[in-house]
């Protein structure tokens, strides 16, 4: 208990829940399951609860730690170094982008700021008509989402939004932008603001709270703080034979010089859009084709601040509730890149690392905290014939890390989405706005902001572009000459091995993903389950 608010993963490991912490471990673990688990993000989540429902012996593997409301304290020094990958400060390899990923239990639904969207149905025709994917229509994907929002309590937000929020609403009213309410996955939401850093208060139907704990009670078993190295194949089949990993000190990242072993009937590869391809790679599984790892996509996101004369606390109240899909749907699909407007709730620490700046000239910006605004626009990459994505990699040491270069065609979007942004703004009423570049300046009206942004360099690390997104790398297609798994997730050359997240799209979404991703890992954990069950 903290307070009077219950913690579920508390009481659950109280009563008796299975759960193996590798911090604690005194020597090498030997493990077997019907199903083994690799991440517990959205994919991995549901497919816990799917199996283990279906009486599946079910081993969930995570290398973050197992944390809960009784650990989150809305401080951003506790909880980037604990619920994110490289303590929330992961680039790509010319540090062009910063990508934000969830690194515990839960994954990426623990910190995530709970903005659910359906995959649109523009993207699913694409798929279907460029990828083969017949199966994935409109149609066919409703019972999933229908059944992943109902489970986890995803529905508009019913409160009005807060003032960051109501700045992006007021400019598409001005400028006559079509613009709606965000669906979120909570419950009984305490509108605190501080979703990046864990629910104190159980709202935020994550993994955490949701489908892990009714794994966990039906008898599924985590072991958390366990880095999976690479999984070795059966010389003598296309199988999956074992998945050999590391064990993981208090901190989450140094090895104890224990490992561990699991053996499992079906291996299913839910560690993310640069973890799962790293994984193979490490694996030396990568498919005949050359594909893994290959056209991973990421939402770039770029930004635009603006001072209101009102104050706006972008730092309290739920984070994003109003989105405009307007620019979206300005070109063609496979034209110049379309983008999405939200805005990011704004905290000191990230803030001082995102915003262009340094000394007194950037503390001077964050001292009007209070009246500050940002706007992010979501570019939708994979599309057009150049943007194909980026390519995860391996350092020297095993780790991964994605190249994803900056090209004319997401430069042209960045440089778009910034005049938008700023139009928008003053629209709504600021006094200054700037992209974030670091050769912007704060300017005092849209005809002063549209000359500079068109005067800006295009370039790595003066532009400030970040993303939370990362999707592809494991494409699902009808051809194993030209994607990785086939329209279940199932790896098309590895017959126990199924890929449950967000690494199997053929392009990004367009909308941010963990809804699609619920969807498409129940759709499939489902016909998993049934299989499993003849066998």
Known sequence: MTGKIPDPVRAGLASGWKVLDGARQDKDLSLEADVAIIGSGAGGGIAAEVLSRAGLKVLLLEEGGLYSSSDFRLLEAKAYPELYQESASRQTLDKGITVLQGRTVGGGTTVNW???????????????????????????????????????GIGPWQADPNGNNLVLERGCQALGLRHARIARNVKGCWNLGYCGMGCPTNAKQSMLVTCIPDALSHGA?????????????????????????????????TPTGRRFS???????????????????????????????GKRTFLHPVALSAALMPEMVEPYNGAPQTVYSDHYMHTQPLDGPLGFKLEVPPIHPLLASVTFPGFGIEQLQLLQQLPHLH????????????DSRGGEVKLRGDGSPVLDYPLNDVIWDGVRRSWLAMAELQ??????????????AQPVSSWRRAREMIESLPLQALQARLVSAHVMGGMAMGDDPARSVLDDWGNHWEWRNLAVLDGSIFPTSVGANPQLSIYAFSWRAADRLARELAKG
């Open 374 to 385: 940002a706007t992010l626009a979501l570019l939708r990459d994979g599309f057009h014939p």
């Open 262 to 292: 699991v053996r499992a009937r079906q291996v299913v590869l839910a560690a993310g859009a640069i973890g799962t391809p790293a994984i193979m790679l490490r694996s030396g599984l990568a498919d005949a084709a050359g594909q893994t």
């Open 114 to 152: 709970t903005s659910s969207f359906r995959t649109p149905p523009d993207t699913l025709l694409w798929w279907q008509e460029n990828h083969g994917l017949a199966t994935l229509s409109v149609e066919g994907m409703r019972p999933w989402f229908d059944k992943a929002e109902q489970r986890l």
């Open 426 to 439: 003053f629209a709504a009423g600021a006094s200054l706005a700037m992209p974030l570049h670091e050769r």
């Open 221 to 253: 078993r985590l072991l958390c703080r366990a880095r999976v190295d690479k999984l070795l194949a059966d010389p003598g089949g296309k199988r999956i034979a074992s998945i050999q990993g590391s064990l993981l000190g208090a901190d989450g990242n």
